[in-house]
């Protein structure tokens, strides 16, 4: 099992920033990738882009590339999700998501942290 925590949410104006933090515990070996998604009120929830855990290599949404940025801490064991040029459009519920090695799907979600901008 492993266990995420998201932090950092909050509001902010358009063209603003935040950076949302999710820690992980646990089995934290096996993660191969750690994703974040969101979801709008109303709407289904939407891949933003992920990090393969060893190697840093990230992949994003085309509604987010180059304004979002995912990092890792290994030490901490904890991705960062930093939002620059922030839209309205980007009001959602933040989520990070782990799967391991071989999984499709993303088995292991944190509770979400809300992200609203103003216009």
């Known amino acids: 099992q492993v266990q995420l925590v998201e932090s950092g949410g909050g509001l902010v104006q358009a063209g603003g920033s935040l950076r949302l933090s999710c820690k992980a515990s646990?089995?934290?070996?096996?993660?191969?990738?750690l994703g974040w998604f969101r979801q709008a009120p109303g709407k289904e929830r939407e891949f933003v882009g992920r990090i393969i855990w060893s190697t840093s290599n990230t992949y994003y949404a085309d509604s987010v590339k180059g304004r979002f940025t995912i990092s890792r801490d290994n030490a901490k064991n904890t991705v960062y999700l930093q939002m620059n040029s922030l839209k309205p459009e980007d009001t959602a519920v933040y989520y990070c998501?782990?799967?391991?090695?071989?999984?499709?799907?993303?088995?292991?979600w944190g509770q979400g942290t809300q992200v609203t901008v103003s216009s």
């Open positions: 646990g089995r934290t070996f096996s993660t191969y990738a």
């Open positions: 998501a782990a799967r391991g090695v071989g999984m499709n799907e993303y088995p292991y």
